[in-house]
């Protein structure tokens, strides 16, 4: 197989292959960032499945977050999702809860109701082979013990079920096609700070203006 400059793979015995998208390539080429950069990332999402892009405003790290979802994903929307967390974000919003419906003769009743976690989670779960990313800008701004509740545990152990706030007799797993990449703003919290139990279960990768990726990111743009 050859390699184009533009990060198309093809058959280099057969004229009639259809090039095949290099989306990491791209993805890097797009972001003025190496190549390497990525797959470093990458290889931490194939390890713990879940990554956090950390450091001071306007760095990058949600626009790379986004840039490199929709490369893992090979361009498809739809096995992206995006949630933006802060002060107020409660379990109910991210993952499900008791929403209220009004039925057709006037009466209020509770329905379970998915949020943005529990929408993708049966999407990947229904789709094994190919796969999903939510991305959670300003993960540090919420309540994340609030937030998370018993999936702190799933985000570990992939291949466990639990038995979930609103589904006590369903067992609740996160598939292991399903990625997170966050990203944590330090002006507003240290790494430090974050309760241990969340470092854990995250690789966190520091994105600061004078060094590593970010490091003269400008003059490259320009």
Request: aromatic share 8%.
């Amino acid at each position: 197989e050859d390699e184009a400059a533009d990060g198309t793979v093809a058959d280099a015995g057969d004229t009639d292959t259809i090039p095949l998208t290099d989306h990491i390539a791209a993805a890097a080429q797009d972001l003025h960032v190496d190549r390497a950069v990525l797959d470093e990332i990458v290889d931490l999402l194939e390890d713990k499945r879940q990554v956090i892009l950390y450091g001071p405003p306007g760095t990058g790290k949600t626009f790379l977050a986004l840039r490199l979802a929709r490369a893992i994903t090979e361009g498809d929307e739809n096995r992206v999702s995006v949630v933006q967390f802060h002060p107020a974000t409660s379990y109910e919003d991210f993952f499900e809860g008791l929403r209220p419906q009004v039925t057709c003769a006037g009466q209020v009743t509770y329905e379970r109701t998915d949020g943005p976690l529990a929408a993708i989670t049966a999407q990947a779960a229904a789709d094994k082979n190919r796969q999903y990313v939510m991305v959670i800008d300003e993960i540090n701004r919420a309540n994340l013990p609030k937030v998370l509740g018993e999936l702190l545990f799933l985000l570990e152990y992939r291949t466990e079920s639990a038995r979930t706030l609103y589904r006590p007799q369903e067992p609740f797993r996160l598939p292991e096609n399903l990625w997170f990449i966050a990203t944590m703003n330090t002006a507003d919290r240290s790494v430090a700070l974050i309760d241990a139990a969340m470092r854990r279960r995250f690789h966190f990768v520091p994105f600061f203006p004078h060094d590593g990726p970010m490091k003269e990111l400008l003059r490259r743009w320009l």
